[in-house]
């Protein structure tokens, strides 16, 4: 067990958990974060880490990894403590009024306020219903896109006509041969 004390507990490492990491900072509190995934980012890195965003202040585009890596070097001033690969199990308030996290992998923090920037909480794919779609994961059917080089010069088709469908079919155009597409009814 390791047992560490600080001012503010973070408890997620996506966009809006390093971000706090910084307003944090600026405020003089030192900073412990814990992440369930082996990586910072959240959504961003796991899920869509090419995919170009659109709609952060002051980049008129940015690809995911990049805007976690400038929000990383944002943060980082700040030496904030991140606990990665194990997840927060629970929380009791001690009677100094401060609190007690501990992990999934048996981590002890003690702090003095907890920012939960759990955003959807753990993830997964959401399957449609096809018999055996399982079995094609592997080779040839995706829920994300971890690297766009993956696609070049394949046919692909995009399940979906929500943001995500638009945003991947407007990326992939650059290194598909041929994209098709239609929302799930
Ligand atoms: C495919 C896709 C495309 C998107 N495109 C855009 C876009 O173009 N523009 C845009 O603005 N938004 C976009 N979004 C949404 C955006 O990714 C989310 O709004 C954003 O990631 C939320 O950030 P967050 O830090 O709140 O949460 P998350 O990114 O969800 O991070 C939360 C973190 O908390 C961790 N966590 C949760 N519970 C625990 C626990 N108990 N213990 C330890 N760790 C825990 C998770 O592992 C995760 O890493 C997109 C989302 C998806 C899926």
Request: glycine share 10%; aromatic share 8%.
């Amino acid at each position: 067990m390791s047992f560490h004390s600080t001012d503010v507990l973070i408890v997620g490492a996506g966009p809006v958990g390093l971000f706090a990491v910084f307003e944090c900072g600026m405020l003089q509190m030192k900073c412990h974060v814990v992440d369930a995934l082996d990586m910072l980012g959240g959504q961003c890195s796991a899920l869509y880490p090419e995919k170009p965003i659109f709609d952060i202040p002051a980049h008129p585009q940015i690809a995911a990894m990049d805007l976690i890596a400038n929000l990383t070097e944002q943060a980082a001033p700040f030496h904030p403590v991140y606990h990665l690969d194990q997840q927060v199990t629970g929380f009791t308030r001690l009677e100094s009024g401060r609190f007690r996290i501990e992990t999934s992998i048996g981590t002890v923090i003690e702090a003095a306020a907890i920012v939960i920037a759990a955003g959807v909480g753990a993830f997964g794919p959401n399957r449609p219903p096809l018999s055996g779609i399982e079995d094609y994961e592997r080779e040839s059917v995706f829920y994300f896109v971890k690297r766009r080089q993956d696609f070049a010069g394949k046919r692909v088709v995009i399940a979906g006509g929500g943001d995500s469908a638009v945003d991947w079919a407007r990326s992939r155009a650059e290194t598909a041969s041929r994209i098709m597409g239609g929302p799930r009814r």
